[in-house]
C-alpha cells in the first residue's frame, strides 16, 4: 500500500472533552459561591462588592469564556494541520501551505512544557505569504512583523505529539 501523499490531523475530542468537564466544573464552582455565599454572617463572609465577590464573578466569566471555546473547538471535526509533498499547512496560523523549501530548519522543543516543532524559515516569499501576519505566541516575528519561525504545538491534536513527529518526518528531515 502507497504512503499517502498528505496527512491531517484534527482535535483530540476526548482530551478536549476533558478539559471542557474540567473548566465546566470550575464555573459550576464560582456560580455556586455566588448563590450560596459561604461564611454567612460568619468572619469569612462574602462581602457584597468585596474581593471575594469580584474573585468568583471573574471565574464564571472566565470559566464561561473558556467553556464557549472549548465547546467550538470540540464541535470542530476539521482537519487543523496538514502534512504533505506540498509542505505544512497549521490553520491556526496561516492561510496556506507553507513549502519545504521555505522551511530551513526543523527541531523539536518544549514550548510551555509540552513537546512542539520548531519550524526555521528561510526569507522566502512563499513562506511569509502563507503566514498570516504578526502572530503572537506561536511565532517569532523579526523586525518587519513577519515571522522568521513558529512552532506547531500538538499537545490537542489526535495522536499527540507521536503522530505530528511522524508526519513531519515522513516528508522532511527533523534536527
Given at each position: 500500500?502507497?504512503?499517502?501523499?498528505?496527512?491531517?490531523?484534527?482535535?483530540s475530542?476526548p482530551?478536549?472533552a476533558s478539559?471542557?468537564?474540567?473548566?465546566?466544573?470550575?464555573?459550576?464552582?464560582?456560580v455556586i459561591?455566588?448563590y450560596i455565599?459561604?461564611g454567612q454572617?460568619?468572619?469569612?463572609?462574602?462581602i457584597?462588592?468585596?474581593?471575594?465577590?469580584?474573585?468568583?464573578?471573574f471565574?464564571?466569566?472566565?470559566?464561561?469564556?473558556y467553556?464557549v471555546?472549548?465547546?467550538?473547538?470540540?464541535?470542530?471535526?476539521?482537519?487543523?494541520v496538514?502534512?504533505?509533498?506540498?509542505?505544512?499547512?497549521?490553520r491556526?496560523?496561516?492561510?496556506?501551505?507553507?513549502p519545504?523549501?521555505?522551511?530551513?530548519?526543523?527541531?523539536?522543543v518544549?514550548?510551555h512544557?509540552?513537546?512542539?516543532l520548531l519550524?526555521?524559515?528561510?526569507?522566502?516569499?512563499?513562506?511569509?505569504r502563507a503566514?498570516r501576519?504578526?502572530?503572537?505566541?506561536?511565532?517569532?516575528?523579526?523586525?518587519?512583523g513577519s515571522p522568521?519561525e513558529f512552532?506547531i504545538e500538538?499537545?490537542?491534536?489526535?495522536?499527540?505529539?507521536a503522530?505530528?513527529?511522524s508526519?513531519?518526518t515522513r516528508?522532511?528531515?527533523?534536527?
Amino acid at each position: 500500500m502507497p504512503a499517502p501523499d498528505q496527512i491531517n490531523l484534527s482535535y483530540s475530542h476526548p482530551r478536549s472533552a476533558s478539559v471542557l468537564a474540567v473548566a465546566a466544573g470550575g464555573l459550576a464552582l464560582c456560580v455556586i459561591f455566588l448563590y450560596i455565599r459561604p461564611g454567612q454572617n460568619g468572619p469569612n463572609t462574602m462581602i457584597p462588592g468585596g474581593l471575594s465577590e469580584f474573585a468568583a464573578i471573574f471565574g464564571a466569566i472566565l470559566f464561561a469564556f473558556y467553556c464557549v471555546i472549548l465547546a467550538k473547538d470540540l464541535l470542530n471535526s476539521n482537519v487543523i494541520v496538514s502534512v504533505g509533498r506540498e509542505g505544512v499547512f497549521d490553520r491556526r496560523i496561516a492561510t496556506g501551505w507553507i513549502p519545504w523549501n521555505a522551511v530551513r530548519d526543523i527541531s523539536i522543543v518544549d514550548h510551555h512544557s509540552q513537546k512542539a516543532l520548531l519550524f526555521k524559515l528561510s526569507n522566502s516569499e512563499d513562506a511569509q505569504r502563507a503566514l498570516r501576519r504578526k502572530i503572537f505566541g506561536v511565532a517569532r516575528n523579526n523586525a518587519l512583523g513577519s515571522p522568521r519561525e513558529f512552532y506547531i504545538e500538538a499537545g490537542r491534536l489526535n495522536g499527540g505529539f507521536a503522530a505530528l513527529h511522524s508526519a513531519v518526518t515522513r516528508f522532511h528531515s527533523i534536527v
